[in-house]
């Protein structure tokens, strides 16, 4: 009889390993399908940009590289004869800065809405996540013409400033300082240390991985932007990347495809660098905020 039982069991086992089995193939195959449609746009165009030039695009796509030598002197042309290496400066200013003022005013800010009570608090935090619903659009006008009337068009500040106060940065580091315990407030407290030596040697050692998720997030999106760059500083001298890739994509710019495609693996370079390197920051600060807070 436990023979029987037993090829019963085994019997009943099969198809849900078959099932089971199936279901894991599926899963493979729409993980490749995604890797392959988020990579082949990138990698079509390191195969156009390290080709030979004046093959069209359209006859001889390519799926590997054939001039390795054509490649990099494509790279040397934009860097050294446009002011694409200018337009890196700026842009990475804008990006530090921009970083920079970002971690220290959202620190700030969250150190007291995640450890402190004070009158409005929750009224002001929830101005705060209603920030975050307004489309950019909305604010980009009285916030350009507010930048003109301070004189800052064409300047660092210009594009710095407006973009200092990150609502979502606010809300990502007020839920991750509300699992810093109270009790380490108290402690640094008694032991003599002030309100800004418990933020500066308390909190932020403790809030690390969310001030690296922040700064690389803050990098992607500063690096990618275009619309405000473009408004409030058309002066040449004050292109970033955003723009100088503009005027290669342009219609008039009579740039063949495989310069076109240059300038654009070059903007790239940058932040697929920083997502691959961070990308496990990423997802840990993000997961972190999110379930403890």
């Known amino acids: 009889m436990s023979v029987?039982?037993?090829?019963?069991?085994?019997?009943?086992?099969?198809?849900?390993?078959?099932?089971?089995?199936?279901?894991?193939?599926?899963k493979w195959l729409i993980a490749i399908g995604v890797t392959i449609i988020a990579v082949l746009p990138i990698w079509w165009m390191i195969n156009v940009v390290f080709a030979d030039p004046g093959t069209p695009v359209s006859v001889n796509p390519r799926l590997y590289p054939t001039s390795l030598?054509?490649?990099?002197?494509?790279?040397?042309?934009?860097?050294l004869e446009t002011e694409y290496l200018h337009a890196y400066l700026v842009s990475v200013s804008y990006a530090l800065l921009t970083i920079a003022g970002v971690i220290l005013i959202g620190s700030m800010a969250a150190f007291e809405f995640a450890l402190f009570e004070f009158p409005g608090k929750r009224m002001l935090f929830g101005i705060v996540i209603l920030s975050l619903m307004v489309p950019t659009a909305v604010t980009i006008i009285p916030t350009y013409l507010l930048t003109a009337q301070l004189g800052w068009l064409n300047t660092m500040q210009g594009l710095v400033v407006p973009g200092l106060a990150s609502a979502f940065g606010l809300f990502l580091l007020i839920q991750f300082m509300r699992t810093i315990p109270k009790e380490m407030v108290e402690a640094a407290?008694?032991?003599?240390?002030?309100?800004?030596?418990?933020?500066?040697?308390?909190?932020?050692?403790?809030?690390?991985?969310?001030?690296?998720?922040?700064?690389?997030?803050?990098?992607?999106?500063?690096?990618?932007?275009?619309?405000?760059?473009?408004?409030?500083?058309?002066?040449?001298?004050?292109?970033?990347?955003?723009?100088?890739v503009g005027l290669f994509n342009s219609p008039y710019s009579h740039q063949t495809v495989d310069v076109v495609m240059t300038a654009n693996l070059l903007a790239a370079v940058p932040p697929l660098i920083f997502f691959l390197i961070f990308q496990r920051q990423i997802v840990e600060g993000i997961a972190m905020s999110g379930s403890k807070g």
Not at 193 to 221: C, D, E, K
């Open 4 to 26: 029987i039982a037993e090829d019963h069991l085994v019997q009943r086992r099969i198809p849900s390993v078959r099932s089971l089995s199936g279901w894991v193939i599926l």
């Open 69 to 79: 030598f054509h490649g990099f002197e494509k790279v040397r042309i934009i860097l």
């Open 189 to 244: 407290r008694l032991d003599g240390a002030g309100h800004f030596q418990i933020y500066w040697h308390v909190a932020l050692p403790l809030s690390r991985n969310a001030l690296v998720t922040l700064a690389i997030l803050t990098f992607m999106q500063t690096w990618g932007n275009f619309m405000w760059p473009l408004i409030v500083a058309p002066s040449p001298e004050m292109y970033t990347v955003g723009q100088v």
